[in-house]
């Protein structure tokens, strides 16, 4: 069975706040997902046809294209409840 | 409310029954409002007619009749009777017959269309009128709001969106209904980057609050654009973290920088190196030349040194012309020495600024983490205190840090500090010691000697602070500075008139190993449009002897540029005679400490005797140092020597009485006053 995929398209993969943003994202990952996610990280600046095929209107998105449904959550992830309770 | 209703509520004969269907359109006939009983009949959501145009109702090839086409706000289709073909979602055929009516607001700002079938009561026609109007206050309330709002549904689809909203993301309407926001996961207001279709990036702060948009819950997004105001704050953070004539970090901001890079190297045991650069001599050409060459010479540095580094390295100029690299070394330390070296050559090249070839080459101190320090502030102090010894040793070799060089004495340092500061506050002074020529006791020149009164107001001699200068490497520009000073003293006696015939400045070993001496003082020749030989460079034996070859090299083209060239201090060092023939001095200055043992020790006389004759026989000129004494001043006569200076004669004078001494024809005033009994042979008496 293979794992879950996530894309997270960051602005400045750098900055300080996506870097906090992008850590709380991966230990909420890791606690739900105990066997491991792929992660694959975009960043909009060095890629921005990436963003643009995908349709991104503002970063951080996270988006899981499996398992389905299909979902895309747009913020920094600070609200740990309201993300978990979407990823469940 | 302005809105007003009918008099006669249409149909109002007819018992209102489950077939009250209505619609409030807006002026471009978009559906604002759809009664429910119309949307079950349709079997219909709401979210999906709401803004949808009116024609979407009609089944295919039905047609708006022309007279209903809108033509404003005039109601100038009073209730006009409308028979309309629609169809429900499943495409069944529905014909109604419809009501028209123009609604118009009190704002004036728009107006509507109600249509209503027959069915239609007076009480449901003021509820609709009035929804009209709460309709367009809303509109206007959040059509003309400068924060974005957007309506997200749970899906993370975008149902509603306001012009700011547009704007901020900038995509229209069409782009963003039913487009993709995602769901929003924040808490408070968060700040995120926007990706405008056009490819252009910004900054907005976003708040979601949980809401309703038509019966289903949803997140109201406020998008507050503030791209602009990140912009103005990240420029002014740039200007308060760099230089702005250089372009690099500040020390703020080296500091900052430098506790990150040393907090992920400690994280990731990767070696450190701090490099610490100043330009040899800088300050001359600031002084000489002016701060706007000054600054394009900083620019011009600042530039190689860019070019010498790789991206990821952090620059910074910690002021006037000190810079700092920090570079990782994942081979070590000879990742330090290779970008070092590569530095030091770039900075090698002559600087063409404005016609003028200048020359700052960099001295280069080197401290590693963690080797050398822990904290940054340890580590920079340490890169200084290499600097400075790279300075000293004036080889051009970029100097490690090590131990030794932190353990210098207080008050040494204390001195190094002040001295370090005394040419900016202007506190080096240059004096003129006449030396008269015995022949016909007249004024031969005089030799300029550093005077240094720091701000205790004490002044020192040279013996006291130039061999700290010259160990801090500091003599090369106060070297420099005295050179230059001395050619503006001598433009400036030849404006007021008087005859000064040389003036003799003394030359630092460091200034004889600098590539770029003799192009210096061709431009300062050329400057003060001075004859060459008023200009007399002295060199110690000591001096010559350090590096011989690379000397003869140096004093060859001085001499083809026609200055005139002492050895100074003859007899305290090798004392070579050969020596003389090799070297093109004219002038052999003959030590003080010779002088002195000149009355009590006959032996001196004739080794005098003979340096004197050797001297003479290669063309030389000789000059006395040091006479204190009518009696030495004598024997210097009888062995021939030519010239003399000392205390017995004239102390150094400022310029201005040199200036007057060389007014007199002849100075044998000079040696007569002296020889009057009772007088102090140290106390000077001057014109």
Redesign the interface.
Known sequence: MSRPRFSLYLCGAALPRNRQARKRLETLLESLYPEGVELRVVDIQSDPEAAESAGILAAPTLIRQWPEPVLRIIGDFSDADGVRNLLE | MAVTPPDSPPGATATPTQCDYWLVLDTDWRILFASASLLERLEASDDRLVGQPFTALLAPHSQLPAATTPTGADGSHPDSPLELLLQDSAGRPLPLHFHLRALQTGHGLGSGWLLYTEDFDRQTLQLATELADLQERFSQLVMRNRTGLLVVGRD?RIRFANPAARGA?G?SQDQLLG??????????S??????RAN?E?GV?E?T?SHSQWQGEPAWLVMIHDITERKRAEEALRYHAEHDALSGLANRALLLASLRRMLAQARRQQQPLALLYLDLNRFKTINDTLGHGIGDQVLMEAARRLRHCTRAGDLLARLGGDEFCVVIDMPHGEDDARAVAEKVRRAFREPYLVEHHRLHAEASIGIACHPRDGEDAEVLLRNADAAMYQAKREASGEPVFYRPALGERSHALLALETRLRKALARDEMRLRYQPVVRLRDLRLSGCEALLRWRSAGGRQRWPGQFVPVLESMGLILEVGDWALARACRQLAEWRAAGVMVPTVAVNLSPLQLGDASLVERVATLLETHDLVPSRLVLEITETAVMRAPDRTRMVLAELSRLGVGLHLDDFGTGHSSLSLLSRFPFDTLKIDRSFVRKLSEQPRQRQLLQAILSMADALGMGTVAEGVETARQLQILRELGCHAVQGFFLSRPLSAGNLARLATNESLAWLVTRRQRPGRNPAAGVYP
């Open positions: 993370g993301l995509r487009s993709e926001f995602g769901i929003p996961s924040v808490t408070g968060t700040e995120l980057d926007i990706v490819g990036l907005a976003i979601a």
